[in-house]
Every structure is written in structure tokens, then in C-alpha cells.
């Protein structure tokens, strides 16, 4: 059983900055990507970016390339979420997922919700205009 435990939201003006945290906990797992998700208030949970474990190759929806910056420490089991540039639109509950069978190698699986099957309780970031 992995747990995961994030930290880094709240409340920032819009061109400002922050950075999400996200720990992978437990026994006897291994990680193959680890991603962070968004959901607004009435709308879906959509993509925000991902980092396969093995290569660190990254990927970004275009709502966020640019401004977000994904990284990971292999070592800690932690991935992060660099966010600058913020606007309004941003605002929303951010939560960060894992992938520990694999399922994101195949296909477009490292954008789809599905992919994942591990999350995290979200943390809620607000940007005020």
C-alpha cells in the first residue's frame, strides 16, 4: 500500500509563485511516473503534468507548459510542482498521483486520470486577481 502526502498550497496573487510537494510512502513499491492533477469547482479532474520514474522525461498540458516546471527526487520518492506565473484560472484542488503497475507506459495512459492508481488527499491553491 503506497501513501501519498502532499503540501505546498494556499493563497497567492495572480504572476506569483508556488511550489507543491508530493511523498510517496509504504512498502515494497516501485514507482514508474508520478503526476499532479487538477479539479475546479463543477469540472473534471484534467491533467497538469507527469514525470516518468525511470527516464525523468516530463510532460505538461498546454494550459500550464511554460510556466509549471515538474521534477522529482527518485531518491526521497517525492515529485514536485514548481508553479509560476499563476493566474486566476489556475485556482483549484491539485492532487498528486502515482503510478506503481506500470500503467502509464502504454499509450497516452500518462495523461489520463486512469493511469494512476494511487492519490493524494489534494491541496487546494487560490489565485486572487
Known amino acids: 500500500q503506497v501513501q501519498l502526502v502532499e503540501s505546498g498550497g494556499g493563497v497567492v496573487q495572480a504572476g506569483g509563485s508556488l511550489r507543491l510537494s508530493c511523498a510517496a510512502s509504504?512498502?515494497?513499491?516501485?514507482?514508474?511516473?508520478m503526476g499532479w492533477f487538477r479539479q475546479a469547482p463543477g469540472k473534471e479532474r484534467d491533467f497538469v503534468a507527469a514525470v516518468s520514474w525511470s527516464s525523468g522525461f516530463t510532460y505538461y498540458s498546454d494550459s500550464v507548459k511554460g510556466r509549471f516546471t515538474i521534477s522529482s527526487d527518485n531518491a526521497k520518492n517525492t515529485v514536485y510542482l514548481q508553479m509560476d506565473s499563476l493566474e486566476p484560472e489556475d485556482t483549484a484542488v491539485y492532487y498528486c498521483a502515482a503510478d506503481t503497475r506500470k500503467t502509464t507506459y502504454y499509450g497516452d495512459s500518462v495523461y489520463d486520470k486512469y493511469g494512476y492508481n494511487t492519490w493524494g488527499q489534494g491541496t487546494q491553491v487560490t489565485v486572487s486577481s
Open positions: 509504504g512498502r515494497a513499491f516501485r514507482l514508474y511516473a
